[in-house]
């Protein structure tokens, strides 16, 4: 079964820092792949997705993520956060074949941003 | 303004006191899907829908029912409730399962007791 990991469970960043958070998934064939975030009190959100072309995929509030078929990840990267930013981020996985399947989220990794 | 509404928000409930949470999307889109959010766990899915009466397991089904007889309505059912499905639970919908955004609801807290 599909598996997506989020080795970062608590990300603690001053204002200004770079974040990068991991994101692996254990599918070998074509997926389609996404980051969502859940700021506090509010549903989930896309930030970005990924299902082909360009692997550097450029999202909302000038987060990227980078897709490296290689290393089966999906990082999510920001040069720069904001106290805003403070919330927490869910990688997720489908496998793209055209036939049923399903959306596997990771764990998610909270980011706290301080003043 | 396109949403997926959850009704209710709160709920505390006792042991195996049926209960259901809706859910309604006005984006006439076909797949809809229930996940549960428990900390440490992230999103785990319980069913989805391709489409009216087309409906599937996801990860963790055991203890729900649901049922898609209108193309906006995808009810989740506890049919005997246990404090183990205490948790926050999403529903999503969108009109392309492979490549689309998922849209979700606002959630539902239930605390079963």
């Known amino acids: 079964a599909q598996s997506v990991s989020q080795h970062n469970h608590h990300v603690i960043l001053s204002e200004a820092a770079s974040l990068e958070l991991g994101c692996n998934y254990s599918?070998?064939?074509?997926?389609?792949l996404f980051w969502y975030v859940q700021y506090p009190g509010q549903h989930l959100q896309l930030l970005l997705k990924?299902?082909?072309?360009?692997?550097l995929v450029k999202g909302i509030k000038g987060f990227e993520a980078e897709f490296i078929k290689s290393k089966f990840s999906f990082n999510l990267r920001k040069p720069s956060v904001q106290w805003s930013d403070t919330a927490e981020y869910f990688c997720?996985?489908?496998?793209?074949?055209?036939?049923?399947?399903?959306?596997?989220f990771g764990t998610g990794t909270r980011l706290q941003v301080t003043l | 303004e396109a949403q997926v509404t959850q009704n209710p928000r709160y709920l505390i409930t006792v042991t195996g006191k049926k209960l259901t949470v809706t859910c309604s999307q006005n984006?006439?889109?076909?797949?809809m899907s229930w996940y549960r959010q428990d900390p440490g766990l992230g999103l785990r899915q319980i069913y989805y829908?391709?489409?009216?009466?087309?409906?599937d397991k996801g990860d963790v089904p055991e203890g729900y029912k649901v049922s898609r007889k209108e193309k906006r309505n995808f009810p989740l059912i506890l049919e005997s409730p246990s404090p183990n499905q205490t948790s926050l639970y999403f529903c999503?919908?969108?009109?392309?399962?492979?490549?689309?955004?998922?849209?979700f609801g606002p959630g539902t807290r239930l605390t079963v007791l």
């Open positions: 997720a996985v489908n496998e793209g074949t055209g036939t049923a399947s399903k959306l596997t």
């Open positions: 829908s391709m489409n009216v009466e087309v409906t």
């Open positions: 990924y299902f082909s072309g360009d692997p």
């Open positions: 984006m006439n889109h076909e797949y």
């Open positions: 599918y070998g064939g074509t997926v389609n």
């Open positions: 999503a919908s969108t009109p392309d399962y492979y490549t689309d955004t998922q849209y």
